[in-house]
């Protein structure tokens, strides 16, 4: 039996979203601030950061991403 090639495909962007939301989180929390993952299907986003943390948070984010980025190309 096959599996349907769009549900699988559907599955791994899930699993990858999932991935990503979790290493946001611990990078946040690594960094100190409070950062949580939401649960189910929350209108306001996939990540919950306190009001406080929020401009720390998204510099830490943007960091990361370029940080990543220049190690891959090199």
């Known amino acids: 039996m096959s599996r349907n090639p769009t549900a699988q495909k559907s599955i791994e962007s899930h699993k990858k979203h999932e991935e990503l939301i979790?290493?946001?989180?611990k990078?946040?929390?690594g960094a100190g601030l409070d950062v949580n993952a939401t649960l189910g299907n929350d209108p306001k986003g996939d990540v919950r950061v306190a009001a406080r943390d929020k401009d720390?948070?998204?510099?830490l984010l943007g960091d990361t991403i370029d940080s990543n980025r220049k190690k891959r190309n090199g």
Do not use: H, I, R, Y
């Open 27 to 29: 990078l946040g929390e």
């Open 22 to 25: 979790d290493k946001a989180v």
């Open 56 to 59: 720390a948070f998204l510099k």
